[in-house]
């Protein structure tokens, strides 16, 4: 495979996850540069992957302000940076991983498809459960007819209660205004995985949801505006700031994103962000406004319904059931197995994920999706090697404009037509 040179916006959590593909797999994927405000994440990525030091910039307009200068853009910046970029790569010519969401509003997720459409470029959204063996394998049974056409699914995402807490009361996507909406920053996901297994496009949509538990009505007594403060509920609260960042030496991921550092950080550096930041905030304290359970009622071309719903208030973990004419599918994400139900044996058959998945060396976050669109994405670009998860921008965009029409409907209590919404941006 011919090997891909790439530019890096933005090297946190997501950014520097896809990079990581350069090092092992440095065959295929090589980082030419990088643009990241925050310093120990620029040099991070600049020293582990030997990226030139003109290169390596603060600010992503002086990397494409220059002529084009790699094969590939990945796009890893905060959701309300993603548009102008992506409009800039596109132009130059750059094929594109975009990270989810595309862009916070509707209509320029639509800009971005149609521009990746006229300019001939490849512009692939990090909806990444398209690319984990679990959907893969659930994909392979549907499309082979084992359940005969999709009828109904139930689709469950258990966002968990701690992770909640984490990303969207204190973290990055806690403010709607400042990010999106929680069903396109969490959920976008889950509305693209439902409109590719079912195979038709959306055709009406119906929301409720509400943030009931991380609010100030919570409050417990006594409880003061951090927890390193002294609570006198820290011994019992499943969110006590100090237990799960500072005492939990293991737990890397929120160590990293309280202080903003590429590894593990020290306990002076994570006490202060819990003295200085939100992350250190108790969570029924916060200004956190997105919801922290949803539901969406869905229905596809064909008359396919779907409903899925979307909580805080669980372990975490997705699980589905997809019922068709001829048996049924049910399966939970945590686990390797999918069992199919036949009509006419009247039978439970247990199918092991791997025994459907042809490539088993996939591993990593989102149940395998971020080291499988990685790699599917270098194959794109490098060999003009598709499959079946590969969708088009505009089919992003449509699902996208999807997840905004059920935030339309949300607000005001209605069914919306997803073609009319889409009509009139």
């Known amino acids: ?3 891909i ?8 959590n997501r950014g520097s996850k896809y990079a990581q593909y350069a090092g092992t797999n440095p065959e295929c994927m090589e980082i030419v540069g990088v643009a990241e405000p925050i310093e120990a994440r620029r040099e991070f990525i600049k020293n582990t992957y030997h990226v030139p030091a003109k290169n390596c910039v603060n600010d992503w307009q002086e990397l494409l302000a220059r002529p084009k200068m790699a094969d590939a853009v990945i796009i890893a910046m905060q959701d309300q940076m993603h548009y102008e970029p992506a409009m ?8 594109i991983l975009l990270e989810k969401p595309m862009a916070p509003t509707p209509a320029q997720c639509l800009a971005i498809g149609k521009a990746a459409e006229a300019r001939g470029v490849h512009v692939i959204v990090c909806h990444v459960l398209r690319y984990t063996p679990f959907f893969g394998a659930l994909k392979h049974l549907i499309d082979e007819g084992r359940i005969g056409e999709v009828m109904n699914v139930i689709h469950t995402e258990g966002v968990g ?14 403010v709607e205004a400042k990010s999106t909406p929680m069903l396109l920053a969490k959920s976008c996901h889950d509305l693209d995985i439902l409109q590719w297994l079912v195979g038709k496009p959306f055709t009406r949509v119906q929301s409720f949801g509400t943030l009931s538990h991380f609010c100030a009505a919570n409050r417990p007594e006594g409880a003061p505006e951090r927890c390193i403060e002294g609570c006198p509920h820290g011994e019992t609260c499943y969110y006590n700031a100090v237990k799960l960042y500072l005492d939990d030496k293991k737990n890397a991921w929120f160590r990293r994103a309280a202080t903003g550092m590429p590894e593990n950080p020290c306990d002076e ?11 250190g905030r108790c969570v029924y304290a916060c200004d956190n406004d997105v919801v922290d359970h949803q539901t969406v009622n ?6 396919v319904y779907a409903v899925f719903t979307m909580s805080a208030f669980n372990k975490g973990g997705r699980a589905i059931r997809v019922m068709g004419t001829k048996g049924e599918l049910t399966a939970s994400m945590d686990s390797a197995e999918i069992t199919v139900y036949d009509f006419a044996t009247k039978q439970h058959e247990t199918v092991l994920v791997k025994d459907l998945v042809a490539d088993e060396s996939i591993i990593g976050g989102h149940g395998g999706g971020d080291g499988g669109i990685i790699s599917s994405f270098c194959r794109l670009v490098g060999n003009n090697e598709s499959s079946v998860s590969v969708c088009s921008a505009m089919v992003s965009a449509r699902n996208h404009i999807a997840v905004f029409a059920a935030e339309q409907a949300r607000h005001t209590s209605t069914v919306v037509d997803v073609a009319c919404y889409e009509q009139s941006l």
């Open 161 to 174: 209660n701690v992770h909640q807490s984490h990303s969207y009361v204190r973290g990055n996507w806690h």
């Open 269 to 279: 550096l994570v006490e202060k962000a819990l003295r200085e930041t939100d992350y």
């Open 298 to 303: 869905m229905e596809f071309e064909g008359g």
């Open 1 to 3: 495979m011919k090997k």
């Open 5 to 12: 040179s790439v530019i890096l916006l933005g090297a946190g």
């Open 88 to 95: 800039r790569a596109i132009e130059l010519g750059y094929h």
